[in-house]
């Protein structure tokens, strides 16, 4: 699969030496000074992405897909078309495709260059989503990775890993949980982790 990163700005992390918040504060403070940038504004933009967008509106798309199967497959022909119906668009977040979970696959997504990943989804990165330690071994070991995660695959299932760029980013549609029928999409969005989006995780079933 090509991996041709036409890198925006937004990948500047990419770049940062092995300090990046000092780095990143010591520029903020800068430009603050300097009069070009507004700190109000940029805690405004981490805000939304780490909590108000964060990977809640990601699980809002899987728990549709769970319960609306023309809605589903839409998802899965044109992802970024069903997610930005949904209101979902944006920076970070052209070019989505889904890949779906089943008995047979496994599917975990990584970007062995740098970070991309579907901000409108999922929010911010995790830092494990950035390190070089997951950049190398989910490509290399998939399934020592998963298992360090906590993730059993079944005997069944093979692992097929997407490497994200920032032409096409992935989310994962995970096995709807067993013990959830019935549940309606409002109820099964909690059940929907960010881990379970990237691959890294799955779906828990309802508490009991
Ligand atoms: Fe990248």
Redesign the pocket.
């Known amino acids: 699969m090509p991996?041709d990163?036409a890198?925006d700005p937004d990948?500047a992390h990419?770049v940062l030496p092995s300090e990046p918040a000092l780095r990143v504060k010591a520029l903020e403070t800068l430009l603050t000074e300097k009069g070009l940038v507004d700190p109000a504004a940029l805690d405004e933009i981490i805000d939304s992405y780490q909590d108000k967008i964060g990977p809640k509106n990601g699980a809002k798309v899987i728990a549709r897909a769970w319960t609306d199967p023309a809605f589903k497959a839409a998802l899965l022909a044109d992802g970024t078309a069903a997610v930005s119906e949904m209101g979902f668009y944006g920076r970070q977040g052209e070019h989505v495709t889904v890949v779906e979970n089943t008995p047979e696959v496994h599917n975990m997504v990584v970007?062995?260059?740098?970070?991309?990943?579907p901000w409108p989804l999922l929010g911010i990165p995790p830092a494990w989503y950035k390190s070089d330690a997951y950049r190398a071994r989910a490509v290399r070991e998939p399934r020592a990775v998963l298992a360090e995660f906590g993730v059993t695959l079944l005997p069944t299932q093979k692992v097929r890993v997407w490497d994200?760029?920032?032409e096409m980013r992935y989310l994962v549609l995970p096995m709807r949980p067993e013990g959830t029928e019935g549940m309606s999409a409002a109820e099964l969005a909690p059940l929907v982790s960010r881990d379970a989006m990237v691959g890294t995780g799955i779906a828990r079933g309802p508490k009991p």
């Open positions: 991996h990163h890198h990948h990419a970007c062995t260059l740098c970070s991309c990943y994200s760029t920032a």
